[in-house]
């Protein structure tokens, strides 16, 4: 699992500690998505001049791109109190009958990987987003009642790396939802020129676009990246007087086994099976995750959505297949071309 999930999940307590402090604490600081921050700008203005709740919000998107951090601004921005909680953490309805019942009017509640949450509990929140209102069930079998209790305004944040396992009925009672898209190398120079600058770390540009785009679109990737150049920077020092050269920048990200491309070893692993085991698919999700041993779910969300961006996958109603990008990245002759060189 660590194997797996390194480039894009936070590592340790320290490493957690550190993306905290990198966090961007408020809208205007927050880099790229310029659609979705506007759409929330938007939603929160309007909240604030009829000082009502903001409306329930759904942030989506693989990991890293910055649903956390958006959850926290929506906070801050409105100046109301955050509750952190999270789906996996949320096994029984009265376990969520709990949380809602302490909220205290106005407060900002912020479900992580809401889609992990009990299917029990799920329908409790039905009727808490829209009504602010919950049952409680006292009792069991013929002489079970329920109670109905009355629960302070709130605003949910739901998160997921996979909203196509929400329930429509949860879906539809959030009246905002956005989808947070992988970033542009250029945006996550911004990231890393904006992390740099608070880490005290000086890079010149070209260091910075290279970061930038051996970071999978992702901005916590970026930097974890500028933590390790960094690192490796106080261990080596730079190789120029005149400050940080790209001989430096790259011979760190090589000792953490980024290709030139930003793509880790399970990208790799996962490329290599579909190429080369299965000549190029189409194969299913299913024996894709089995060849190479992790959870369908991280190949899903995590690798697959990002080799599918990059046009290495394509998906088919019969399964994944091999584009021809991802044929001259491993360096194997593409079949066609195969073809056509016999033909001659
Ligand atoms: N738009 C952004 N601008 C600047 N930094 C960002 C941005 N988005 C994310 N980050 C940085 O990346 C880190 C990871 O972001 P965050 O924790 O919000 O991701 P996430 O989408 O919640 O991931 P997960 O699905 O794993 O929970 C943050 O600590 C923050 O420093
Ligand atoms: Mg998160």
Redesign the pocket.
């Known amino acids: 699992m660590a194997d797996a999930r390194d480039a894009?999940?936070p590592a340790d307590e320290t490493e957690l500690a550190i993306?905290?402090a990198?966090?961007?604490m408020s809208l205007a600081e927050?880099?790229?998505?310029q659609k979705v921050r506007g759409q929330l700008q938007l939603l929160l203005d309007a909240a604030r001049i009829q000082e009502r709740a903001p409306d329930h919000i759904l942030l989506s998107?693989p990991?890293?791109?910055?649903?956390?951090?958006?959850a926290m601004i929506v906070a801050h921005e409105s100046g109301r109190p955050l509750r952190l909680s999270s789906g996996p953490a949320i096994q029984h309805a009265g376990d969520l009958a709990a949380l809602l019942s302490s909220l205290t009017p106005g407060e900002v509640l912020f479900i992580?990987e809401i889609h992990r949450m009990a299917r029990s509990a799920e329908e409790m929140l039905y009727l808490a987003m829209e009504d602010f209102r919950i049952d409680i069930m006292v009792g069991k079998g013929a002489g079970a009642t329920s109670i109905p209790l009355d629960l302070s305004p709130f605003t949910l944040v739901g998160?997921t790396?996979r909203s196509g396992l929400l329930p429509n009925p949860l879906r539809d009672r959030f009246g905002f939802t956005a989808h947070?898209e992988y970033y542009e190398p250029e945006e996550l120079e911004r990231?890393v020129e904006?992390s740099a600058a608070m880490l005290n770390v000086d890079l010149p540009r070209s260091a910075r676009a290279e970061i930038a785009r051996r970071s999978r679109g992702t901005?916590?990737i970026a930097?974890r990246l500028l933590r390790r150049v960094r690192d490796y920077i106080v261990v080596h020092g730079s190789a120029s007087s005149s400050g940080v050269d790209l001989g430096t920048v790259r011979a760190a990200l090589e000792l953490y086994d980024v290709d030139d491309i930003g793509l880790d070893r399970l990208d790799r692993a996962v490329l290599d099976a579909l190429v080369r085991r299965f000549r190029g698919g189409p194969v299913g999700l299913g024996t894709l995750s089995v060849a190479v041993g992790e959870e369908s779910d991280t190949i899903e969300s995590v690798v697959e959505s990002y080799l599918v961006r990059i046009g290495f996958i394509g998906r088919t109603p019969r399964g994944r297949i091999a584009m021809p990008e991802a044929y001259a990245h491993l360096g194997v002759p593409h079949p066609d071309g195969a073809l056509r060189f016999d033909d001659l």
């Open positions: 894009a999940e993306e905290g990198l966090r961007p927050f880099v790229g998505q998107g990991p890293g791109l910055g649903k956390t951090t958006l992580d998160a790396t947070l990231v904006r901005p916590r930097n």
